[in-house]
């Protein structure tokens, strides 16, 4: 079974810093997409960043980058000039498809403040 | 504003009672995907339809139905309510079947009494 883990149910940084926020996963699969969503306390799950596991060349989206090491299944979310609005769940997630179907299994999330 | 549109927001019920909720997938997006968000469970896949046709059911209850319409809403039905069932209800869409990418609504609130 798929299981996607967030060792770190709680995170803080200061604004500006940068933070790392760590995954891990589990599977068979050869090809594969892992996301990072982002739950704010208006509680609306938005993407921050996807990484298709054929690609080598870690993903990046403005302040936010991943670390994907396959061989390892580890998937990791930094933050770069963490901003107030930073402040989040975030949780990552693998892309499990199965029959003709596709659902994301999720983590339990990582709580992230960031403190002015 | 991810373009999916979920009512109603919040609810308030009783046990045993019986609820609808809503959705309405992004404009052309022909999967429909409920979750599930408590506390304890995190986030937990339901139901996946795609073009009115089910295509996969993940831990969803005997007391939970849900459905898809020819105009491609979704309708997921909670009956003989329990106090367990206080949780946040997340539809999402996507353009196909097998896309990589949900696009999440901003979750209707349910809580029991």
């Known amino acids: 079974a798929q299981t996607v883990t967030q060792s770190q149910p709680e995170m803080s940084v200061q604004e500006a810093e940068t933070v790392t926020l760590s995954c891990t996963y589990d599977?068979?699969?050869?090809?594969?997409?892992l996301f990072w969503y982002k739950q704010p306390p208006s509680r609306q799950m938005i993407l921050v960043i996807r990484?298709?596991?054929?690609?080598?060349q870690n993903a990046t989206e403005n302040r936010f980058s991943v670390n994907f090491q396959k061989a390892a299944k580890s998937f990791s979310l930094k933050i770069s000039d963490s901003q107030l609005g930073d402040t989040a769940m975030y949780f990552c997630?693998?892309?499990?498809?199965?029959?003709?179907?596709?659902?994301?299994?999720f983590g339990k999330g990582t709580k992230l403040t960031v403190n002015p | 504003d991810s373009g999916v549109t979920q009512t109603p927001k919040h609810l308030i019920t009783a046990t045993g009672q019986r609820v609808t909720l809503r959705c309405s997938p992004r404009?052309?997006?022909?999967?429909v995907y409920w979750y599930q968000q408590s506390l304890d469970q995190g986030l937990q896949f339901l139901i996946h339809?795609?073009?009115?046709?089910?295509?996969a059911k993940g831990n969803i209850l005997e007391r939970f139905s849900a459905q898809q319409f020819p105009d491609l809403h979704s309708e997921l039905n909670l009956s003989s309510l329990e106090l367990g069932d206080s949780a946040l209800y997340f539809c999402?869409?996507?353009?196909?079947?097998?896309?990589?990418?949900?696009?999440f609504g901003e979750g209707s609130r349910l809580t029991v009494l």
């Open positions: 999402a869409s996507s353009p196909g079947a097998i896309t990589g990418e949900l696009f």
């Open positions: 599977t068979s699969e050869s090809n594969y997409y």
């Open positions: 990484q298709e596991a054929y690609k080598q």
């Open positions: 997630a693998f892309r499990r498809t199965q029959g003709g179907s596709e659902k994301l299994v």
């Open positions: 404009s052309g997006d022909l999967s």
């Open positions: 339809y795609y073009n009115g046709e089910e295509r």
